[in-house]
Structure formats: C-alpha cells, structure tokens
C-alpha cells in the first residue's frame, strides 16, 4: 500500500483526499519509481480545485512531474536504483502523477537525474524551471547579445517566470519581471536578478499592433493581451519565447510584428522536446542556477498540504516554486 492525493468526483465536483494505492491499481508503464518529491504548480492547481478541466478521467493521482528512484524496470536503460526526473508526457492529467509515493510509467517519459542534482533539487526546477531553460535557450540560440536592452519575463513571480528571471540574470542580461503583485514580490524578484519590475496591468490593456522598441526579447507565461502587447514593443530581430499561457491562447494582435520588426514567435513546449534538448537543458541549469536560487524561490509542503496551497495557487497567493515532499 502507498500513500497517496486521490482526485475523484462527485455530482460534477472534484474531490481530494490523502488515501491509499496498490501496485495493482498503479496504471500501465514499464518502469516504477518510488517518488521521493513531486511539486506543485499552477495546472495542478487546476486540476485539484476543479477550477479547470484538466482531468477527464477519475479517480486521478495528481502532479504533473516526479523525481526519485528506479524500483523495477523492464527497460534496459534503467536499472534498479536508478536516480530519475518525469516531468510532463500527461501525468496528473491523463497518467497518474506524482502526488503518490510510487508511479508507474513508460521508460521514454523519464531523464536521467543530471551530475550535481538530487531529487529535491529537480523538482525545486519542475517543470517548470526546465520549461524556463528551454526559453531560455531558444533566446541564446536566436544570438540576442546581452547589451542590446532589458529582457521582458512575464508571470515573472510563478515557477517559468521566476526560473526565467534568475537564468537570464545569471548570464549578464538586463531583465524587467511584469508581475501581478508587484508591491508583494518585488524583493523577491529583485533578489532572483531583476534589474526593474513592473505591474502586469501595464501590459495586459489594449495595444497598438506597434509600440515603442522596448524588449530585446520576451519570455512569456501569460499569453492573450499581454503577449500582445510584448510583442509591440519587441526590438527590430527580437524573439518571444512563449508558454504555459495562463491568460488564455488568444492573441489579438497584427502580423506587423513579424513583418516590420522581424519578430519571432517561438513556441516551447517542454513534453515534446527531444531527449537529448531536454537533458541539455538540465546540465544548463545545474551550471547556472546557484544554490541561493533553491532558498529564495522554494517553498517546502508535505502531502497533506497540497489542498490548500492548490486553492492558494488559484488566488494568485503562492510565489515562486512550491516543493511536495512525499
């Protein structure tokens, strides 16, 4: 028997609950992991409050991403004992997740736990600090010198944002973070590398199809108007790495951008990412992230905690990363 956050539902409403799982239950995969940490995110938040249709199916085990070790494996390239980080690849949403002490999973869904790393230290990153490398890499890979003006993160005190911050900050670039609680994070933000900080209603309004050259280039979470309005302002060859998309998938704005200005849009997407691109990106931030970043950005819950930071993720009261210690 296994300790685990069990999601069912009942007359239409999502119901949590600490219960317990066997290996008869565990559903289909060829290597099982004995979960040591699990983290809590925005989509996960969701899914536990019932705020959004993230899952279709119950009963579900939330957490969309896992690390810890290799209890059985019928996959060569895993042995018993094993260190592994999941992140993505549907878990907690159509997979069974990560808020349980074992998963089972398919071999092709796990990384190698990268030199230098543990598994508190992986899922203090989660998916979202490696969704943050990958746009960070994108802006490397797209040649954006560091002295050609302020780079823009968006979301900036959620776990991309505030990743994104701290990497771009540790690589000698001029970072603003757009937040939408400015007057509660910006210590916080200006601690991760910020070098300004502005409120997200300065972005999030009606824009011109172009503004101002303002951003050598965007990292953003958010999405519909304020991706918008980013992409206004970006510098002539700038690039916007985009995900996540908290504010929805619209995009009212004009092709002007990309047309006039040369603007890429560049889509990451951390699930459907080469293994190889996925394993850069975590040697990249074991390089770059220091040991600071896990104190200032990182909260530590037990299990039984996971309700209620879920609800206080949906109020927009969490900052930062939120670790599940199993």
Same mark, same amino acid.
């Given at each position: 028997? /296994?300790?685990?956050?069990?999601?069912?539902?009942?007359?239409?409403?999502?119901?949590?609950?600490?219960?317990?799982?066997? *290996?008869?239950?565990?559903?289909? !995969?060829?290597?099982?992991?004995?979960?040591?940490?699990?983290? +809590?995110? /925005?989509?996960?938040?969701?899914?536990? $409050?019932?705020?959004?249709? #993230?899952?279709?199916?119950?009963?579900?085990?939330?957490?969309?991403?896992?690390?810890?070790?290799?209890?059985?494996?019928?996959?060569?390239?895993?042995?018993?004992?094993?260190?592994? =980080?999941?992140?993505?690849?549907?878990?907690?949403?159509?997979?069974?997740?990560?808020?349980?002490?074992?998963?089972?999973?398919?071999?092709?869904?796990?990384?190698?736990?990268?030199?230098?790393? *543990?598994?508190?230290?992986?899922?203090?990153?989660?998916?979202?600090?490696?969704?943050?490398?990958?746009?960070? %890499?994108?802006?490397?890979?797209?040649? #954006?010198?560091?002295? $050609?003006?302020?780079?823009?993160?968006?979301?900036?005190?959620?776990?991309?944002?505030?990743?994104?911050?701290?990497?771009?900050?540790?690589?000698? /670039?001029?970072?603003?973070?757009?937040?939408?609680?400015?007057?509660?994070?910006?210590?916080?933000?200006?601690?991760? !590398?910020? $070098?300004?900080?502005?409120?997200?209603?300065?972005?999030?309004?009606?824009?011109?199809? +172009?503004?101002?050259?303002?951003?050598?280039?965007?990292?953003?979470?958010?999405?519909?108007?304020?991706?918008?309005?980013?992409?206004?302002? =970006?510098? /002539?060859?700038?690039?916007?790495? #985009?995900?996540?998309?908290?504010?929805?998938?619209?995009?009212?704005?004009?092709?002007?951008?990309? =047309?006039?200005?040369?603007?890429?849009?560049?889509?990451?997407?951390?699930?459907?990412?080469?293994?190889?691109?996925?394993?850069?990106?975590?040697?990249?931030?074991? %390089?770059?992230?220091?040991?600071?970043?896990?104190?200032?950005?990182?909260?530590?819950?037990?299990?039984?905690?996971?309700?209620?930071?879920?609800?206080?993720? =949906?109020?927009?009261?969490? $900052?930062?990363?939120? +670790?599940?210690?199993?």
């Amino acid at each position: 028997m /296994y300790t685990a956050l069990i999601l069912e539902q009942h007359d239409g409403k999502t119901q949590a609950s600490i219960g317990n799982i066997t *290996d008869a239950q565990l559903p289909a !995969g060829n290597v099982t992991v004995k979960v040591s940490h699990s983290s +809590l995110n /925005y989509k996960d938040g969701l899914a536990i $409050t019932g705020t959004g249709k #993230i899952i279709r199916q119950f009963p579900m085990v939330p957490g969309i991403d896992f690390a810890g070790e290799v209890l059985s494996s019928a996959d060569k390239r895993y042995q018993v004992g094993d260190k592994v =980080i999941l992140t993505g690849w549907g878990v907690g949403e159509t997979h069974w997740g990560g808020m349980a002490e074992v998963a089972r999973v398919d071999a092709d869904w796990l990384v190698p736990m990268p030199a230098n790393c *543990d598994a508190a230290k992986a899922m203090m990153i989660g998916t979202a600090g490696l969704t943050a490398m990958l746009c960070v %890499q994108a802006i490397l890979d797209a040649n #954006i010198p560091t002295d $050609t003006g302020e780079i823009l993160v968006t979301g900036a005190s959620g776990g991309v944002g505030s990743t994104a911050v701290r990497l771009l900050s540790q690589l000698g /670039y001029q970072v603003c973070a757009s937040s939408g609680r400015v007057e509660q994070n910006h210590q916080l933000l200006t601690q991760l !590398g910020a $070098t300004s900080v502005i409120e997200r209603a300065e972005l999030d309004r009606p824009a011109k199809p +172009l503004e101002k050259q303002r951003w050598a280039a965007v990292v953003d979470s958010v999405g519909n108007q304020v991706l918008a309005t980013a992409l206004s302002q =970006i510098h /002539y060859g700038g690039v916007a790495a #985009i995900c996540g998309l908290a504010g929805g998938a619209a995009l009212p704005t004009t092709v002007m951008p990309f =047309i006039l200005r040369g603007v890429n849009l560049l889509g990451i997407d951390s699930v459907n990412c080469p293994l190889p691109r996925r394993q850069q990106a975590w040697q990249s931030l074991m %390089q770059l992230l220091p040991d600071s970043f896990y104190q200032q950005a990182c909260t530590t819950i037990e299990l039984a905690q996971v309700p209620e930071y879920a609800a206080r993720i =949906i109020k927009g009261e969490v $900052t930062g990363r939120t +670790l599940v210690k199993l």
